[in-house]
């Protein structure tokens, strides 16, 4: 397995459409393994293919308190049940900051496994809040697109200025 490196606000990358997987190969499984071995590592909570800048519909997360119960979506397809909830929600591609984001609550999920197997879920509360999040970073949305542009501009002068002392990354 291998550590995978997160792009981050404002990188352009992090915009880019995901396309649905066609291929459920070892090619995929090893995607999975190394994206939900990059997640705790850093730790997080969910990360999306977007992240790591592979433009497929490849969700990663684990909402567990013991961090024991991965999940893998692939071409995720999400409908809204109802309600509505507000979370402070954080990013690994946004590090350092947090917001408060209102979503709906309750949802209803279609994908697939990592072998390509069909299931379906009902979420709500911190898994569905994850999915929405994740679900958002496949079609090229962040969070900070969910706050007002003043904190969004904020959060992203900050970072550039942090890019700009980080040494070059290869
Ligand atoms: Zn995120």
Same mark, same amino acid.
Request: glycine share 4%.
């Given at each position: 397995?291998?550590l995978?490196?997160?792009l981050?606000?404002p990188d352009?990358?992090?915009?880019?459409q995901?396309?649905p $997987?066609?291929?459920?190969?070892?090619?995929l499984?090893? @995607?999975t393994?190394?994206m939900?071995?990059?997640m705790y590592? /850093?730790? %997080?909570?969910?990360?999306?293919?977007?992240?790591i800048?592979v433009?497929?519909?490849v969700i990663?997360?684990?909402?567990?308190?013991?961090k024991s119960?991965?999940?893998?979506?692939i071409?995720?397809?999400?409908?809204?049940?109802g309600g509505?909830k507000e979370?402070?929600?954080g990013?690994l591609?946004?590090p350092?900051f947090h917001?408060n984001v $209102?979503?709906p609550?309750?949802?209803?999920?279609?994908a @697939?496994?990592?072998q390509?197997?069909a299931?379906?879920?009902? /979420?709500? %509360?911190l898994l569905?809040?994850c999915?929405?999040?994740?679900?958002?970073?496949l079609?090229?949305v962040?969070?900070?697109?969910?706050?007002s542009r003043l904190k969004r501009?904020?959060?992203?002068?900050?970072?550039?200025?942090?890019?700009?002392v980080?040494?070059p990354?290869?």
């Open positions: 397995m291998a995978l490196d997160i981050e606000f352009p990358r992090l915009r880019t995901a396309k $997987v066609t291929q459920f190969d070892a090619a499984r090893k @995607l393994e190394d939900l071995e990059t590592d /850093a730790p %997080g909570i969910g990360l999306a293919a977007t992240q800048n433009h497929q519909q990663v997360m684990d909402v567990s308190e013991d119960q991965p999940m893998v979506f071409n995720p397809q999400i409908t809204v049940v509505e979370y402070e929600e990013c591609s946004v350092g917001e $209102v979503r609550d309750v949802i209803h999920v279609k @697939l496994n990592a390509g197997e299931f379906e879920l009902q /979420a709500d %509360g569905s809040v999915l929405q999040h994740e679900m958002d970073h079609n090229g962040l969070f900070v697109d969910h706050i501009d904020r959060i992203r002068r900050k970072l550039e200025k942090q890019h700009k980080a040494a990354r290869s």
